[in-house]
Nanobody, 122 residues
Framework: VQLQASGGGLVQVGGSLRLSCAASGYTLSGTAMGWFRQAPGKEREFVAA????????DYQGAVKGRFTISRDNARNTVYLQMNSLKIEDTAIYYCTAASTFRMVRAGTSAYWGQGTQVTVSS
């Protein structure tokens, strides 16, 4: 099972980025997916989660209304659309997959992508 995150980069405050996480060697059928992030010197923190069918999502309070998680099960891919980016969104973003929404939300899955760097500058 491999999760490949991409789409990070350097963007100015107020800008947008879309992260992607593609699964290979594994079908996402029935799995929940999510994104976490880790800023320098800080603990990894939950960002967003989505269930298998896309009918349920959850967000960290600081990103609610600015970030949108979605998924394309036919492409085995989950996305994180990030708008109105702030300096404090700068971090390495990791995707994760688990059999339950609760596991994704708690960050207890064994499956993680390698991370993609997002840097927001002024």
């Amino acid at each position: 099972v491999q999760l490949q995150a991409s789409g990070g980069g350097l963007v100015q405050v107020g800008g947008s980025l879309r992260l992607s996480c593609a699964a290979s060697g594994y079908t996402l059928s029935g799995t929940a997916m999510g994104w976490f992030r880790q800023a320098p010197g800080k603990e990894r923190e939950f960002v967003a989660a989505i269930n298998w069918g896309g009918s349920a999502t959850d967000y960290q309070g600081a990103v609610k209304g600015r970030f949108t998680i979605s998924r394309d099960n036919a492409r085995n891919t989950v996305y994180l659309q990030m708008n109105s980016l702030k300096i404090e969104d700068t971090a390495i973003y990791y995707c994760t997959a688990a059999s339950t929404f609760r596991m994704v939300r708690a960050g207890t899955s064994a499956y993680w992508g390698q991370g993609t760097q997002v840097t927001v500058s002024s």
